[in-house]
C-alpha cells in the first residue's frame, strides 16, 4: 500500500473510531484550584468520583495545607519519614531535575517561600538579608537522601514544597487512571497544566491557547499549541506576586541566591513528555531567562522540551521568543 494511501486509511479509521465514541467531560475543584477532564469513550458513565479521590490521596502526600499529610510529617521533623508511591516518584523526578538544572530547580526552598510570604502563610514584604542567609543554610537539593522507602534530611531544619511539580503530577496520575481504563483519548487540565492523547470529539489534536499580555498590538492576543501526546506547563510572575517599591516580587525563589524573582520575564510555557517534566523545568527556565533557558533546552536535546517565553524589552514593549517548532510540537 502507497504511504499516502495508508495514511488516509489509517486516518479514517481512526476518525471511525472517535466519532463511535462520546465525549465526556466534568470539571471541579481541587489542590486549591480548578480542574478540567475531557474524554471519548464508549462508556458514559464519569470517572469523577475516581478523579477526586486521586486527588485526595495525592493531597494526603504532598500538600503543605493538610496538617496530616506525608510532606508536613516530614517537614516536622528532624530526620524523615517513610514515603509512599507519590513522594516517591516525585522525590525522585525533582532531584533528577535538580541535578539536571545544577540546583535551579530545588523543593528545598520551602524556608526562603515562607520568607517571602509565599507558603501557606501570607504575606507582602521582602525578608531581611541576614533571614535569607540564615534559610539558605537549610537549602540545597544534596541535603536529602533517598535511603531505601525512606526520604531523610542530611541537616535539621530542611524542609520541601512540591508545589512547583504538584500539579503536573497531578495531571499525568489522572491521565494514567485515563489509560487504565481504557481511555486513548483524552485531555486533562489542572490549574493550567495539561497533558493531552490522541484527538478531540473532532478527530483532530486537541489545542491548548497560549496567552499574551495585553498592550502589544503587533501580536494575537493567543496562539494556538497542538498537544500530541505531550504536556504543557506555565509559570509566570504574574500569578502570585508583590510590589515593593519600584520592584515586583514573583513567587518562583531562587534556591542559590534566596531571591525572589524580579525580571523582564512575565511567563515560560514549556512543551515535555509528561506533565511533571514540563512543570518543573518551567521552574528553572523562568529563572535563567530567554537566553540562558532556550541555549539550555537546544543542548539537551534528549529532554525532548520546547518553549515559548514572553518578556518586556528595554523598551516596554512585549516580546516572545521561543524554541524551532514550538507551535508545532
Known sequence: MHRFSFFFFFSMLMMNATHS???????????????????????????????????????HSLSLWDPHSLINQFNNNDRGVPMDAHMRYVLEKSLAVSAQTNGAFDITVKPLVDLWGFGVVRHQRKPTTDSIRKALRVTGYKLLQLKGDSLLKRKPGVQIDCNGVAQGYTTDCVARLLEQRGIQHYLVDVGGEL???????????????????????????????Y?????????????????????????????????????????????ADDCITADAFDNALILWGPVKGLQFIRQHPGLHLAACYIFTDKAGKTQEVFTEGFFDK
Open 227 to 271: 498537544l500530541k501526546n505531550n504536556a504543557v506547563a506555565t509559570s509566570g510572575n504574574y500569578r502570585r506576586f508583590f510590589d515593593e517599591g519600584k520592584t515586583r516580587y514573583a513567587h518562583t525563589i531562587n534556591p542559590q541566591t534566596g531571591i525572589a524573582l524580579h525580571s523582564n520575564v512575565i511567563s515560560v510555557t514549556v512543551v
Open 195 to 225: 497533558r493531552a492523547k490522541g484527538v478531540n470529539a473532532k478527530g483532530k489534536p486537541w489545542s491548548v491557547g497560549v496567552e499574551r499580555p495585553s498592550g502589544n498590538t503587533s501580536l494575537p492576543a493567543q496562539s494556538l499549541v
Open 21 to 59: 465514541q462520546r465525549l465526556v467531560a466534568f470539571e471541579g475543584q481541587a489542590q486549591g484550584t480548578y480542574y478540567i477532564v475531557k474524554y471519548l469513550s464508549d462508556d458514559t458513565a464519569t470517572l469523577q468520583p475516581a478523579v477526586e479521590q486521586l486527588f485526595t490521596d495525592i493531597d
